[in-house]
């Protein structure tokens, strides 16, 4: 037991703070830190007893907004727990895109794309396009490795959307009917 002013630290009050399987060694650090500590706080609330005035220690409006704000709160997770239908069925998912479908309208054309700009006066097109067209992993690795030493920029991320005037930006792209979309830099 231990005590500080009038205040009691029992034994009971020990259960629990050593988790099961620490070996003595630790379980006695674990329970003197747990106890001095203890004290600490003991000797810090009587200090704040005696030197505060009794309408600074005066918490009833406080602690009774406290309450009120945690009920609140622990009453809307309940409710929402209760209310909350998180399976959301296909049809519904198929309505609420045919009652919404003007948000879904892209304003732009999007592209996914793999593309290379290679360095000025560099020949060898046909081991880059075999590359470009593999899925075999090891040509992926070997497609990166041959875009760091002979590209000037590129990009091997077909999984992004970007803008078509995105891309045009980036590489010079041929329109058959109208001639060049994009502007080289």
Not at 13 to 42: E, H, M, Y
Not at 67 to 90: A, C, G, P
Request: hydrophobic share 30%; charged share 30%.
């Amino acid at each position: 037991m231990a005590k500080a002013y009038d205040k009691y630290l029992y034994i009971s009050d020990l259960k629990g703070i050593v988790p099961p399987g620490t070996n003595k060694r630790d379980s006695l650090t674990i329970t003197k830190n747990f106890i001095d500590n203890w004290i600490r706080q003991q000797i810090l609330i009587h200090q704040a007893e005696n030197n505060l005035s009794e309408d600074q220690k005066n918490f009833t409006e406080q602690l009774e907004n406290y309450r009120n704000s945690l009920v609140v709160f622990q009453y809307e997770t309940e409710l929402i727990k209760q209310k909350l239908d998180t399976i959301v069925s296909k049809q519904e998912i198929e309505k609420y895109y045919k009652d919404n479908q003007v948000n879904f309208i892209l304003r732009q054309n999007i592209v996914q794309a793999n593309w290379v700009k290679l360095k000025p006066g560099f020949k060898g097109d046909a081991k880059l396009k075999k590359l470009l067209n593999s899925n075999r992993d090891n040509d992926q690795n070997k497609l990166e490795e041959f875009c760091q030493e002979n590209a000037s920029d590129f990009s091997l991320d077909n999984e992004t959307w970007i803008t078509f005037d995105e891309l045009a930006k980036m590489i010079p792209i041929k329109n058959h009917r109208s001639g060049s979309v994009g502007k080289e830099k």
